[in-house]
Structure formats: structure tokens, C-alpha cells
């Protein structure tokens, strides 16, 4: 082999370091860790509908939407706020202030309509995709279900270079997806399986890097 051929070599060998640091982001093989699910306590949101009944007191329960501003109204009290607390923090205030009116009062607070955890437990696509989405989060869910629903891919899109975006301990962290693999070639080392909050997006194709 010759010298230029050596030197042939290792420039390739350098630019190819050079572009994978330059891109921040792992191997595409790279299987994301899972971010922390632990179960928490659930905290109503803008939109919930809670049902709040207060024991031997009809008149004063009902089923009421938590308004935009987080508040709710009720009976004797007016307005409450119910946004970012747990269901007993909320039956436990409702119940100390009721005490004022009478003797004893037993409430009990349930979200019968958890809207905004729907909000928040969604997987975004966005980026070269025929129809950019943002769609409910089902058990099972892999990156190319979601990239079927918004679509497939368009001629612009950089599919090699798609990144998986995890919030991970209150951090997004991005995770190489090789689109063209799964949907060309049949590979799926990185279809990986979705959770909550995670957020696709698919980059367009840049002449720099030769992609035509």
C-alpha cells in the first residue's frame, strides 16, 4: 500500500470522528435508558373535571372543569384553587374551609376526567414527516408506529439522522434513530419502544454532508 494511500485513509478516518463529534449525539444502535416512571401521586391539571362530594351534603357536591386559570368554584367558598394538587390535598383544604359553615364536613375529591395527564403522556413527530403529530401515548408504542401515523418520511428527510429526544431526571437527552434502516432495510435495532413525553424529530437533508 502506498503512502497516499495511507494518508487517504486516516483523513477519512479523522473526518469521520470529526462529523460524529460534531453531531453530539450516540451511536444509532444506542438503546435509550428508560426515564424515571415511577408512579406518582396524581396532581389535577388545567382541564381535569373533578367530582367532589361532600358526605350528608349533596347540594354542596358537584362534577366541575378546572378552569384555565386553575381555579374551581364552589359553594360557600367561591373560588379554589385546585390546579397542582393531589385529589386529597384539595378534599382536605375544601374540608377545613367548610368547617367554617358546618359541623364535620366529609369530602372526598376524584378526577373522573384526567385531560391534561392526556396532554402531558403524548409522543411528538416533527421535522421532515408527511404530517407533523403529536399523538396519545399507547403501551407499545415503537418510533416507526409513530412515524406511520404522521406519515413516513418526505424526500427531504435526513432519515439516517433522526434523533430520539427522552426527558430523563427533568434532562432531554437525544438518542440516534437510523429511519432508513428501519424502513428500507427492514432493520429494526433502533424501532425502539416509546414512553411518555418522547419527542421524534426528523432532520432535513443538508448538501454539506452529501446528502442528495
Same mark, same amino acid.
Given at each position: 500500500?502506498?503512502?497516499?494511500?495511507?494518508?487517504? $485513509?486516516?483523513?477519512? %478516518?479523522?473526518?469521520?470522528?470529526?462529523?460524529? $463529534?460534531?453531531?453530539?449525539?450516540? &451511536?444509532?444502535? +444506542?438503546?435509550?435508558?428508560?426515564?424515571?416512571?415511577?408512579?406518582?401521586?396524581?396532581?389535577?391539571?388545567?382541564?381535569?373535571?373533578? &367530582?367532589?362530594?361532600?358526605?350528608?351534603?349533596? #347540594?354542596?357536591?358537584?362534577?366541575?372543569?378546572?378552569?384555565?386559570?386553575?381555579?374551581? @368554584?364552589?359553594?360557600?367558598?367561591?373560588?379554589? /384553587? $385546585?390546579?397542582? /394538587? /393531589?385529589?386529597?390535598?384539595?378534599?382536605? +383544604?375544601? @374540608?377545613?374551609?367548610?368547617?367554617?359553615?358546618?359541623?364535620?364536613? #366529609?369530602?372526598?375529591?376524584?378526577?373522573?376526567?384526567?385531560? &391534561? /395527564?392526556?396532554?402531558?403522556?403524548?409522543?411528538?413527530?416533527?421535522?421532515?414527516? !408527511?404530517?407533523?403529530?403529536?399523538? !396519545?401515548?399507547?403501551?407499545?408504542?415503537?418510533?416507526?408506529?409513530?412515524?406511520?401515523? !404522521?406519515?413516513?418520511?418526505?424526500?427531504? !428527510?435526513?432519515? &439516517?439522522?433522526?434523533?430520539?429526544?427522552?426527558?430523563?431526571?427533568?434532562?432531554?437527552?437525544?438518542?440516534?434513530?437510523? =429511519?432508513?434502516?428501519?424502513?428500507?432495510?427492514?432493520?429494526?435495532?433502533?424501532?425502539? %419502544? =416509546?414512553?411518555?413525553?418522547?419527542?421524534?424529530?426528523?432532520?432535513?437533508?443538508?448538501?454539506?454532508?452529501?446528502?442528495?
Amino acid at each position: 500500500m502506498t503512502t497516499i494511500t495511507f494518508v487517504r $485513509a486516516g483523513l477519512v %478516518a479523522i473526518l469521520g470522528l470529526l462529523i460524529t $463529534a460534531c453531531t453530539g449525539l450516540p &451511536s444509532s444502535s +444506542e438503546m435509550p435508558p428508560a426515564s424515571d416512571l415511577e408512579p406518582e401521586p396524581y396532581e389535577i391539571g388545567v382541564g381535569d373535571t373533578v &367530582s367532589i362530594h361532600v358526605w350528608r351534603n349533596p #347540594e354542596l357536591g358537584q362534577s366541575i372543569v378546572v378552569r384555565p386559570d386553575g381555579f374551581i @368554584s364552589m359553594p360557600l367558598m367561591g373560588d379554589v /384553587k $385546585a390546579e397542582g /394538587k /393531589k385529589p386529597e390535598v384539595l378534599a382536605s +383544604e375544601i @374540608s377545613t374551609t367548610l368547617g367554617e359553615f358546618i359541623r364535620t364536613p #366529609e369530602v372526598t375529591v376524584m378526577v373522573t376526567n384526567p385531560l &391534561s /395527564k392526556e396532554f402531558r403522556n403524548r409522543i411528538r413527530v416533527t421535522g421532515q414527516v !408527511a404530517s407533523p403529530q403529536s399523538v !396519545a401515548f399507547q403501551p407499545g408504542m415503537t418510533v416507526l408506529d409513530v412515524v406511520l401515523m !404522521a406519515g413516513g418520511i418526505t424526500d427531504f !428527510a435526513a432519515d &439516517s439522522r433522526a434523533v430520539l429526544h427522552r426527558q430523563i431526571n427533568d434532562e432531554y437527552q437525544s438518542f440516534g434513530l437510523d =429511519l432508513e434502516a428501519i424502513l428500507i432495510d427492514g432493520d429494526m435495532r433502533t424501532n425502539h %419502544a =416509546l414512553q411518555p413525553g418522547d419527542v421524534i424529530s426528523v432532520p432535513r437533508k443538508q448538501l454539506f454532508r452529501g446528502e442528495l
